[in-house]
Structures are given as C-alpha cells and as structure tokens.
C-alpha cells in the first residue's frame, strides 16, 4: 500500500491542487476507506468562491476552513480497519463491519455527549461537529474528504452498509435525499385540513440543481399531485420533465409576476400548496411566498452559505396567509438509509442512476468542480 | 325519457332482485343521475349476509336497513337537475355543474346542522347522516343507490366533477382510495422518531381485496420500503405482486407463526412499522400486533360491521410495545378528489383501470355480487 | 323600544362619532343583540390611524372599509330574533337560542360554499368573508359592530350560548384567546424532539397588551417552564408578573444584546424555545430570531395590519438554526368555546376578569380608544 | 464509611427482608449514591404479589427478577464517584457532579450501541435494558435499587442535578410524571380537527394511585376543561377533589352504565375525548372505549404487567368510533426534568409535595409496600 495518499486540496478560495499526505495509523474504532464515488455539493462550489459562512447565528457558526480536501457525499470500500477492545465495529444498523465492505458515510461526526446530542435526535446540532470535507487539512492525519485516494473515518462515524445491489450513484444521493427531511415534516403537519404537504398538493420547487431534483422526486414520492421545477438551466428543467415535473419554469424566459400567474391558473387560483427554496438566491422568499395559497407551507432549505439579507413584510407574507414556514440547513442522518430504501423501493419509476450526469477522477477535482458550477449538468461525482 | 325506472334492490338479507319506481320530480338543488360505473364494497356482500350492523356504539348505529337499491361508490352523469333560486349548482370545488357532466358522488350525505357537522371536518360522524346504498328504498324517492337505472341525488351532495382524462374506474376507486386516510394519519404520526409511518418502513396489508390493494398502492405512494400483502387467494396474492407488494404471504399454506417469522426476517427481528387490517377477521387484531415491531402503528380498518369479539392482552398487546392504533370505519369526503388527482399523477406506475376486473350490468346485480365474494376477482363493478 | 339606533361610527381615520340608524327589521334566521362588553383590539386603534390594510396579498385584502362601526369581540344579550320556517336557531353547540339569552358572537361570518368553507375548517379563510367592525354603516342595515346601542347579526354567524357563571370578561376574552391557535398547532408539532412547544419550555412574549397577555397565560396553561414577556409599558409588565411571567424585560431599558444576553442566560446558552411576536414591530421579527435556540420555533402573531418591510438573512434566520415558523392572522372560531372552557377550569388561578382593566359606554368609545392606546391599560373594553 | 451496606430484598414473590452487601468498589464512571427518597411504584407491588411479566411480546420480556432491591423512583445524594480519564463526570443537562450533589436517577440504563438506542429516542427500547430495581441482587455489585442504605449508580446512567429548591417529593414524582407521555403525544395529534388532546377537552381518568393522579394533574396542566376520576378508593377520590378533579366516580358505589351515562351528560351526549387506563384492571379497556366519543383517543398506560386477557370488538370498539389508542409501559428518559420544570413552575396550584403521604425507612420497606396496597394512600415513598 502506498505511504503517501493524494487527494485534491482548497488551499484557499480560487485555488483548488492535488497534494500529497503521509498514510495515517488509525485509531481504535477508526477505518480508512477508498472513496469510489463522492458526490459536489453547493457548499462545495461556494467554498471554491468564497462564500463559506456556515450555520450563522449558531455556536457552530464556522468560515471555510482552508485548506480542506472537499467531498462529504460519500460512497467508498473500507481498506484498513482497527477494532476497538470491547467489541467489533459496526454500522448504523448493527451489522458487523470488515475490510472490502460497500459504506456510505454519514458527512457528520457527532461528539455524543454535548446538550445537543443528548436532548435532540437525527439533526446534527451537536456542539463539537466535525464534518467530512470541511476539516483542516494541515491537521493530522490530514485526509478528511473524499476527492483523493484514501479517507480516514474517525470512530463514531455514522456509517451504512449497503449490499451489492445499492449502486454507488444511489449511496451518493443518499446524503442529498437525506436533505428532503423538510417534506417529511411537512407531511407530518398535514393532518390539519389544509396544512403541511398533503396528498395530491401542488408542490414548486425553486432552483433545480440536484438538491431541488431530490426534493421534486421526493415530492413524488410521497403523494404530490402536480409539481413545477423553476430554475434558469434549459437542461436541468428538462432533466425534471423526465424525473415527474408537469410544469417547467425558465426564470430567463419569464416575469416573476407571469410565474405566479401560472401557479394561480393551475391551482384554480390559489396558489401553490408548498413550494421549496432550493436555489439559495435569496429573493425566491418573498417570490415564492407570493405564490403560495394561505395556509401554505414554505419550505427554506437552499441557504446553506450566507450571502446576504432580503426584504419581507411580516403582515403580508407572514401573518395575511397564515404561512408555515420551516427551515433548515444540513440533514438527518437517521434519514440516510431510509432515503436509500426509498430509492431502491423505486428504482423502477426513476433512473437515479442517471443522476450522476459527470464524473471526473479526483486528480481532475477542478474540472469536475467547474463543470458543477455550469447549467449543464445534474449532480457532478469525483471517483478514483 | 322513461316513466319507471329499474334498479336492482336488496329485498332482505339473501335475496336481491330488480324492482321499478317511478322516476322521481326532483326538489330544488337535486339531480338525477345515470350510474356509469359503481363499485361494489365489502359492506354489499355483509347486507346480502345478513350483517349488517354498523356504527355499532355510536348514535349513528344502524342494522341494514332492507329494502334498499344497493350501491355507494358511484360514478355517473347528470341527466336532470334542478337548480336552486339562489344560486346555480356546483360541485365540491365551486365548479359549476351542468346535464352531461360525469361525476364522483360522495356515499354520504351529511345534515351540515349538527354539532360533529360544525364540530369535525372531512370525517362523517354526521348524527343525521343519509348514505347512499343504505336507504329504504320503500320511501319516496326511493331509486337512492347505484344498482339501476338511475339515481337520485340530494340537494348537499358532495359531487366532484371529473374530467375526461379520467376513467370512470379511476372514479370509482376514489372512495375505497379515500378510506387509506389512516396511511395519511400515520404519516403525521411519523415525526416522532420511529413512530408512525416514515419513508423506508415495511408494511404489512392483511386481506388484500379492493380496500387491502389501495391501502398496499397507498403505502407504496407515500414512501413505503417493503411491503407484505396476506390473504388467502392465490389470484389476489398475484394481483399484488402486479401492484408493487415485495411479498405474498397465503394463510392456507403458512402458520401465523410462520408469517410473523417471516416479518421479522425481512425486518432484522424486529417486527413490522405498520400492519393494516383489511380483512374484517377479528383474530387478525392479536395475529398482527404480534408482528408488528414496538412503537409501530396498527391500522383496523377492515371491520366496517360486527362480526363479534376477540380476546386481547392489554399489557401483552398495547402497553408492552407501546403501540398505536388506528381505527376507522368509512372514510373522509374531503380525501376523495385528493385521491383522484394521486391517482391521476401516478397512472404511469399502476394500472388503475385494471383493479376493477369484473364489469355486470345491473341486471345481473346478484351475478356480480356473487362473483365478488369469490377469491378470482379484485373489484367487482356494476354498469348500466 | 326606541327606533333609532344609537352607535359610534369610524367616519374615516382620527374620527370617531355619535350617529343614529333606524332599527332594522330583521330577515329570516338574523337576532337584533343589545352589546353588554366590547372589547377594543389592535385593529381598533390601527383603524384609527389609518393603518387599515388587512389580509395583505390574499383574495380577502381589504383597506377600512370607512365608515364603520367598531366592536368585534362582543357579548351581548339577544333582544330579537326571528326563526326560520324549517327550524329553531341555535347556537353552534346547538343550543336553542331564545330572547334574553346571553352570547358570545364570532366576528367573522363565513359564506360556507366557496372552495375554502367546503376545504378548510376553522380558520376564516372564506372568500366572502364579513367581519362585525369592519362592515361599512352606510350600508342597510347599518348596525354591524359592537360600539353601539343593539347590533344586528346575519343568519349563519358562530353564536355561542354561555351561561351564568361565564362573566361577561370571559365571554370577551374568549376572541383574543382563540387567537392564541399557533400554540396549539406548535404543541402539536413537539412530537418531534427539540422541536414545537413542549413541557417545560422557555417562552418569549413581545409585546404584551391584551394579545401578548392571552399568549402568555395559554403559555402556562399549556405547560411552559419560564415565561418572558417584553414590552415598553412598565405598567403591562408589572401586570405580566401577576399572571405568570417569570422575567420582565422593557426594551426602553435594555438594548436589544441584553436582552437576548438574558435569554441566553435563563436557557444555559442556548436560547428561548418559542418566541411570539404581538408586539406588530416588524424589527421584532428579526430580533425574536436572534433570541431562538436551534429547532425553535417563531410565531407571528402580531401584524395584523400591513406596517412595512423589515430586512431578513435567509441563512442566519431560517437555514441556520431550522427554524419553524407559524403566521397567523384572525383566529380559529372553532377556538372560541374551548378558550371559554380553558378559562373556566382555571378562573382559580388566574383573574381573568381582571384583565379588563378599564370600560367606558359606547358614548364615550373615543375616549375608551385613546386609552386603549397608553401604556397603562390593559384589555379596554366598551360597555352599554 | 460503613464496609457493610443494608438493603431490603425482595428474595421471592410475598418475601422481601433487609440483607447486608460489601459496599463496593467503584468502577470509572460510576457512582455510589445515597437515597434521600424512593417512590414505591406500581410494579413493585406486582412484583411482591408474583406478577412480573413485563414487556411481553418484545426481545426484552422478563419476569421479575428474584432476588432484587426495589426501588427505581430514586433521589439521592452522591457518596462517591470516579471520574473517567478523559474528562469530568456530568449529568444529563451537562451540569458538572460532584460528592455530596443532589440526584434524580432515570430508572433505566441503555446499551448506547443496539439499533433501538441509535434509531430511537427517549423510549427506553434498548436491547440490552438495565433497569434499577429489577436486577438480581446476588450479582456483584449487588446494591442496584433505592430501598436501601447505598445504591451502585452504573456508568452512562441518567443523572439529573437538582437544586436546592427541588424537595424530594418532586424528585420522586419526576418518573411517574414522566410516564405521563402519551399525552404529550395526544396533544400532537390534536392539530387535526377533534383528534388527539385539545384545550378545554374532557378527560376521564381510571384508576387514580399515583400514576393516575400524575395523568390527571398533567391533564390539567395542558389545557383539559372537565376532568373526571374513577377508582374504588373513597381516599384517592377526596384526593383527586383536592387536586382538580371536577368529577369522582366510586366503582363500588355506581354501575358501568351508571358512570357511561355520567360521562354523557357532562359532554352533552357525546361521550369523553380521553380516556386514561390507569387501573391495571383489563376490563376497563371495553368501559373505557364505551364511554369514549367518536374520534376520542384512548390510553392505555396501566398494564406495566401481564394481568390477562380481555374480550374486545374490533368493529364496536376500534372502528366504528374512528378511536386512537396509544400504548405505552415505561417512560421517556428525555420528560424526566421537562416534568421536574413543569411541576416547579406550577408549585404554586399543586401542592405536589402533599401527593407523597406515607414515608417509611427502608428497614420498614414491607410495612410501606404494605401500605402501598391499601387504599388510603397515595404515593409511598421509602427514606433513609
């Protein structure tokens, strides 16, 4: 096995090159895995830009770091292990781990013993929160993301083993799909008359990235009757035609005001009954809740990063339509495995797969990188 | 258009045959409507049976009532209406109703003037509630039901237009569709960490006739994982696999012990998150809690009339696993167009059309209520 | 019975006056009821200042309408009343009504056919809306709020009967209490854990007139641990702390650091559980955010007429800390009755009839609504 | 210190004596703790009496064990303890402990590893459930109940720091209120239209010892408006009176018709919205659901064990009525100090102090489980 692991590194905004680092001894409980498919995110392509601000307003609150080797969406093979002297190692669900395993892994690492960790559940509001990807890499042991040739997988990592007919593309939307939480939740508010996401409702999803084609399909998988993707790619609206949108929106081709008017005429003028702000552009808060019918749900999952503040009324927007309004930012990890026995649950209504429309070797992460940030692609994985 | 108008009636328990009446004057705000398409229900074959108690503890508890022209999961066309001083008719959305219109007709007609009618909502706990099928059709009007030539249809009807797209089937599986609400319920339920009915869970659907098939396409519409259907004919069994359940369980050829192994190895040991009752056999109560996993949810929505009791252990059965139960007779009007549009938005998946697998003229009412009670057959429907 | 009608009139904003109107007859199913308590709400004083844009963006936004007269949350006793042919009136638990009878009268009057009378439920979401005080008095017949000599109330208005023992200060609270809904609805969501309004949990009032104080004593009667209300009124804080507050914060003393400082103290640093805002400042909105441990939740509660636009951080305020927010204007009629009953299972422990703290005739409703508008009241009310 | 510690043992079914065990050694992370107070709980008089079949049906049934040492209502002094070496021993909220600190121990201690602990929350479903007072006594280090002079407080416990304000009493009741749970879920359910826990509901609870006098102070605690009690214990009812019970029923002196009919009468007819079995006694199931309206929800909380089985109609009891029933055995660790809060910010209604009324030193353990038995009692609770 090789002594030195490279892996691709943001030194800094705008600077992204492969570096190598020294093979780490793992620590008892740890692992070391070959990433075989790691999926970018919108935090990625952010940080690449500088716009790093994460969790604001929280204790977490954190700026970058750099350098950091990027990649948390993570599917990969375990290639060194270390048993703890108590008991074996094993995943999420109690299933015995050992080398040449298939995991995905869970992109937070919990401490387990703050507030947060005792008091919630699922959310990863812990206090000490280590993320994959998003950790120093000039601290050993260094390789904590998934764009290089080896990862290191710290003790009490949530892992999941996936058997052979989970495909790396699924593993990697688990995390994305994971994201969809919000929709569950909405469910869960649905049994007022005329709350929360019920079945047949008219569901918007603002900005059509992969995030917003996770929700669409989610959306569709759990009752929604029609559903519009928006978004200002021609290619990513006609990717959600054939993942179940009825209704496509260009924001290039139309006024905010003839987007409302649509949803208005579909919904025999009401409005939409929940719509998704998974684009991050903060003006889709006031434009989707102009859209949306009274009593209608707002779900704000698409600013994970901070860039900027936006106008709102509070009477018109807040308070006239008795609104809903949840947000979040990150995911549920209890919602991994769960999100990959829907997918595979209905495998044969939605080619997942193709979601993955570009990969590119970890050697080549710049390339993949900008090829994410352009309108024609979906989701954008690094691999070996 | 004819003075006398032919509908099968059901005389006393075991006897069925076609009777005429005069074709009603209509009062104010009423229509007359030619049946297209009407489903027959579980509770038709109990009347023809004999058992025919319902709402049994309530102040709506009813024993029949014999004579009545069968038939409640109407879909027909409007061939004479009679509009109010007011205001013109409309339907359930504010659509305005016209002769020739095709219609959903909700089974039940509620007062408006009670205290659950300004109380509750969607449900029909009505004290002065008049169903469709279970009038006396020895009363003027009398032509209350499906099976026949034509239909009286009270002024407050819950009517939903339907458009051409969608099939008269599609229109009469709204109402057995609307009866999975308990799913919907669950669903809300499922906030709560491993409570209720999450994405991913495994189902369990005992007695897979017309109702246990859209509680099975239900699930699997709202984010089942896998899904177990168990009846005793191997048609139905076979029907599902057709219908997306994972497995068939045949009670002739397995023991209960044998199928609550078998859930718990698809289920890690664990037991079953959801088990819905549709078979209308009391021991099935005991027999799948002891499948079900703790904390999961039991649906009873198989026992619409009295077929006696069942022992139980309260510690065994509801505290020790901390259960939730569900029970539910009749359905939710305000779930009927909900279900139309779900089904609507997924005629690419399932075949709906196809659930309804027997079509009998009227005339042969008792042909088709026969044939309904034989395990080759999923709904049976009576047509002109 | 005298044939003119004496009432005051909000001829158009700054003027309040005397008028008459000639008794009306009254049309089938409609009661002539002499006004005993009225109370005077925020609307009332908005309306006043000209601040009168209601259901902002919704098909029900209106402006005024000028001239009116005031008075929506009243109690009066039926003087004449007019039964229909086909039966006798009751009140919405279906009590017979009879002359001499003691109500309390919702002030919304819903049509019950528009598509959200037939699909919603409780909510005045009606699209033909007429609300008691906001009816122009130039129109027949004339006499539609409370600030007058008698008031007439259409047929199909929500009549609650109350008994002797119900003051008349109840019967006036029960308006605003009703208004309170969003703490149910967030009860409801606390099955999640950490998320919703559970046992225990800090809570935050702003503002704390008539409004603020029903939501601080549902707090408590609902299970809240410590209850913070913050105002600039030394007088209403005072008040706060005779009726369960535990911290009092007047923002004309502290700055908006400390008191988040003090939220963070009480709560080991974490911040409040649920924050309301009735205070109808929009820089509330953001500052009331600030103060929100991660998974809480905000209720907008308090802007009931349009005062602007404040600058939010979709990042910091809704993403970062997933954040649940529930907006509400008007309230639930069918709240009405339980906030009755809530109040009378615990007149031991709280003085509700208290918080009526000053009352002037309707002769003299000018001066009652200026007071209303200083700092040392608490619910004003008018009284014949 | 004492090298012999003195613990009462309940060696068998009807034979509990004092023993003496070497006082222990301490292992990293654990505790020796003093009893200041220990409820004697409902169990533990089954436990006496033979009847130890608990959480039938699960992976963790068990039957009693003998020999053990009662008591897991604990409040306790810290005698002892041994850091672990990486960091500082700290209570649940994250409170730092230290000799001579003040305790709540949650009766349960979970593995932290089985798929329950990392898939569920609060609900002790733990695999590999330890619970204090129910294990056997002849292991080492024997002392694992609070009827005694010492208590071995094992690693990864549930601690709670109370201060100085807390009395003991109210440490005690911390585990019973916490049982009180279901209807926190209840209120959960209540958003839907006359489902679940609303604000100003009728409560009824059977069977009034302890643990019902915790669900009907809850239930008055989060909005119920009549509240009834029933039991056969003239004491318990006068009890009852005292702490908010509008109704007492008398089994012995009144008939199941008798007491339906009561419940009728004061819900005009309709039956109770929840019905709380907290007797232990199986038939109450099929009194309790009879009394219960449509859509009421029922729970049962009472069977802790296995007393046997009950006769129930699936269509009268389950599904005629639309009930909800939800199951619990056991507490939620997460509402241990939520119902410390709840029961301190309401000392002031409740004098729940007064609610313990006989205090027996554990050398007297059988004299106070004894009197546990009889009916003029309420909680018991065993002193140093």
Redesign the interface.
């Known amino acids: 096995m090789p002594e030195t692991v490279k892996a691709a590194v943001l030194v800094e905004p705008g600077r992204l090159e492969i570096q190598g680092f020294p093979r780490p001894e793992i620590e008892e409980g740890a692992m070391l895995v070959k990433p075989l498919m790691c999926g970018i995110c919108g935090t990625d392509k952010h940080g690449y830009n500088g716009e790093a601000?994460?969790?604001?307003?929280?204790?977490r609150?954190v700026n970058g770091p750099y350098p950091a080797i990027p990649g948390h969406e993570n599917v990969g093979e375990i290639v060194e292990m270390r048993q703890t002297k108590s008991?074996s190692l094993?995943d999420?669900?109690?299933k015995e781990l050992k080398e040449g395993d298939r995991i995905v892994i869970s992109p937070d690492i919990m401490c387990g013993?703050?507030?947060?960790c005792?008091?919630?559940?699922?959310?990863t509001?812990c206090d000490n929160i280590r993320s994959y990807g998003h950790l120093e890499s000039s601290v050993p042991p260094h390789i904590f993301g998934g764009w290089g040739e080896l990862m290191y997988v710290f003790p009490g990592s949530h892992i999941f083993k996936i058997s052979d007919e989970v495909s790396n593309e699924i593993g990697v939307l688990a995390e994305p799909m994971a994201v969809t939480y919000p929709l569950?939740?909405a469910?869960?508010?649905?049994?007022?008359?005329?709350?929360?996401f019920?079945?047949?409702?008219t569901v918007v999803v603002y900005g059509v990235g992969p995030l917003g084609l996770c929700h669409l399909i989610k959306a569709?998988?759990?009752?929604?009757?029609?559903v519009v993707a928006i978004d200002k790619s021609e290619y990513r609206l006609k990717f959600c035609k054939d993942y179940g949108a009825d209704y496509t929106l260009n924001v290039d081709n139309t006024t905010a005001e003839e987007r409302r008017q649509l949803i208005l005429d579909i919904t025999?003028?009401?409005g939409a009954d929940v719509v998704i702000?998974c684009a991050g552009v903060?003006e889709v808060?006031v434009e989707g809740i102009?859209m949306l019918r009274?009593?209608g749900t707002f779900i704000?999952?698409?600013?994970?990063?901070?860039?900027?503040?936006?106008?709102?009324?509070?009477?018109?927007?807040?308070?006239?339509?008795?609104?809903?309004?949840?947000?979040?930012?990150n995911l549920c990890y209890?919602?991994m495995?769960?999100?990959?026995?829907?997918m595979?649950?209905n495998r044969d209504?939605f080619d997942f797969d193709g979601i993955i429309t570009h990969k590119f070797p970890f050697t080549q992460s710049l390339k993949g990188l900008l090829k994410s940030m352009e309108p024609d692609c979906m989701k954008v994985a690094i691999i070996p």
């Open positions: 601000v994460q969790y604001a307003g929280t204790p609150e008991e094993k999420f669900y109690g013993k703050c507030y947060w005792k008091h919630s559940f699922g959310y509001w569950d939740i469910k869960g508010h649905s049994s007022l008359p005329h709350e929360g019920s079945s047949g409702d569709r998988l759990l009752g929604a009757g029609k025999d003028g009401r702000e903060k808060l102009e009274q009593g704000e999952v698409g600013h994970f990063v901070d860039v900027g503040e936006v106008k709102l009324n509070p009477h018109r927007h807040l308070c006239a339509k008795n609104i809903r309004l949840i947000g979040q930012m209890t919602g495995m769960p999100s990959i026995q829907l595979m649950a209504r």
